[in-house]
């Protein structure tokens, strides 16, 4: 019986760990969006061009060494900028939603509450 028990565990376990991995939809929470990744390949990219900048002042690099690289990396950079700026154009032609009526007087309503305004 406790062998039973512990194999059921196990099972358990092993689907908790390895669900995640395999990227199931059931899992939505752990999902990353595409502007999050975006984002962070962007910025991998800038810290990775500051990162020579700094070597390169430092004197670690020769000028042909750092003009080679920094263009190398730029042209990997390129590509995620102008990702993150098609995504940014697409939120900017969505409709943004209007609040309605009741939620515009609730609004109100509680900044002159906030404020202690009396009406």
């Known amino acids: 019986m406790i062998e039973i028990l512990f194999a059921i565990m196990v099972v ?10 395999f990227d199931e939809p059931c899992w939505p929470f752990l999902k990353k969006g595409v502007l999050t990744e975006v984002r962070s390949a962007k910025k991998e990219g800038l810290m990775a061009i500051s990162d020579l900048d700094t070597e390169y002042e430092m004197g670690k690099l020769t000028k042909e060494d750092y003009v080679s690289l920094r263009e190398s990396l730029k042209r990997e950079v390129a590509p995620v900028l102008k990702k993150e700026m098609e995504i940014a154009k697409q939120e900017e032609s969505k409709p943004a939603e209007l609040p309605t009526d ?14 202690g305004i009396k009406h």
């Open 12 to 21: 358990v376990a092993l689907v908790y760990v390895l669900l995640p991995l």
């Open 102 to 115: 009741n939620t515009t007087s609730d609004l109100v309503r509680e900044v002159i509450r906030i404020c």
